[in-house]
T-cell receptor, first 115, second 114 residues
Framework: DTEVTQTPKHLVMGMTNKKSLKCEQH?????MYWYKQKAKKPPELMFV???????INESVPSRFSPECPNSSLLNLHLHALQPEDSALYLC??????????????FGPGTRLTVL | AQTVTQSQPEMSVQEAETVTLSCTYD???????LFWYKQPPSRQMILVIR??????QNATENRFSVNFQKAAKSFSLKISDSQLGDAAMYFC???????????FGKGTKLSVKP
């Protein structure tokens, strides 16, 4: 199984809502990543989890709150978002973080629209 | 800091023809990997091909091959016998150093004409 799954596929939320994005992999990978991708732009790294611990936070606003309950799951909790946060949110995983040798496998993404 | 540059925002190719997408990068690392990712309109980012910097031989995967010029820091992707399903955004990416985080180029949108 070389699949990274993400739910939901689409999400529309108001600026006062609280929602969560979910990501799951069963490849035994110990590194998981959240990226934000605007239209016609490359993905931008948001967070990296290594062995279920947050290892990198790329100066992401606190209205985005990541969580890694176990080695297979990665959540992104959303609260008080702004319309400019509307984007495709991609999850990825790799065998480990901190190495150039590990291929990242991407999920299909969640298309988020903030009204 | 490492950078990845894709100088062709858009490219077009006739079905069954060959097209080459360009990528250059800048790094002071000696150990790194280079990747080409494909992102079709369905959004799933798919790895097309990868190249290890210490390998001189160019990587190939079926119709996809790279021209890796380490001294010139160039990493182009050649697609042979282009198919309609090849139409997508192609991202060149670099990973190296201790962090192991992907650094993407801005992407090249490839159109395939029937």
């Amino acid at each position: 199984d070389t699949e990274v799954t993400q739910t939901p596929k689409h999400l529309v939320m108001g600026m006062t809502n609280k929602k969560s994005l979910k990501c799951e992999q069963h490849m035994g990978h110990r590194a998981m990543y959240w990226y934000k991708q605007k239209a016609k732009k490359p993905p931008e790294l948001m967070f990296v989890y290594s062995y279920e611990k947050l290892s990198i936070n790329e100066s992401v606003p606190s209205r985005f709150s990541p969580e890694c309950p176990n080695s297979s799951l990665l959540n992104l909790h959303l609260h008080a978002l702004q319309p400019e946060d509307s984007a495709l949110y991609l999850c990825a995983s790799s065998q480990s973080a901190g190495s150039p040798y590990n291929e990242q496998f991407f999920g299909p993404g969640t298309r988020l629209t903030v009204l | 800091a490492q950078t990845v540059t894709q100088s062709q925002p858009e490219m077009s190719v006739q079905e069954a023809e060959t097209v080459t997408l360009s990528c250059t990068y800048d790094t002071s690392e000696s150990d790194y990997y280079l990747f080409w990712y494909k992102q079709p309109p369905s959004r799933q980012m798919i790895l097309v091909i990868r190249q290890e910097a210490y390998k001189q031989q160019n990587a190939t995967e079926n119709r996809f091959s790279v021209n890796f010029q380490k001294a010139a820091k160039s990493f182009s992707l050649k697609i042979s016998d282009s198919q309609l399903g090849d139409a997508a955004m192609y991202f060149c990416a670099y990973v190296g150093g201790s962090q192991g985080n992907l650094i993407f180029g801005k992407g090249t949108k490839l159109s395939v004409k029937p």
